[in-house]
């Protein structure tokens, strides 16, 4: 019966000293909580925030989803852009594919080369070097 008591007392008292941590255990950290969310972390907890906070993690949102259409990822909301963004990422768009065109690397869209970029694209060297190629012998082993 003592053993019994000790135990039940020692059981009580653990669980009176514990309970900060289980009471905490879905708080999350403030600064990790917006480090997460200015990251995109699907650990971010948004209904944790400050207005201020929400506000930087709109900005950070923003400019994560900037990077990603300029990068031309799946992830990019077009929607998303401001009007000078929109024409900055259709200019860097277009000199992509210039670049494309005249290094032969990556895809090249002729059709959206202005007349003077289609000259000198089939002036530079790496595209007369490819444009050489035999198209009668491409495959013949």
């Not at 008591?5 to 879905?26: D, I």
């Not at 969310?37 to 971010?44: F, I, L, V």
């Not at 210039?98 to 895809?107: L, M, P, R, W, Y």
């Not at 790496?126 to 082993?141: E, K, L, M």
Request: proline fraction near 5%.
């Amino acid at each position: 019966m003592k053993a019994t008591l000790s135990r039940t007392l020692w059981t009580h008292v653990a669980c009176l000293s514990l309970w900060p941590v289980f009471l905490l255990a879905g708080t999350p950290d403030p600064v990790a909580n917006l480090s997460a969310c200015k990251k995109g972390w699907s650990t971010c907890e948004r209904s944790h925030l400050t207005a201020s906070e929400l506000t930087e993690v709109a900005r950070a949102d923003h400019a994560r989803n900037v990077v990603a259409c300029r990068r031309g990822a799946e992830e990019c909301d077009l929607s998303g852009l401001g009007p000078a963004e929109a024409v900055a990422l259709a200019v860097a768009e277009h000199d992509r594919n210039v670049s494309s065109c005249t290094d032969g690397i990556g895809a090249c869209d002729q059709s959206a080369l202005t007349p003077a970029e289609a000259r000198d694209v089939a002036m530079h060297p790496r595209y007369r070097t490819v444009r050489r190629v035999d198209p009668h012998r491409v495959g013949a082993g």
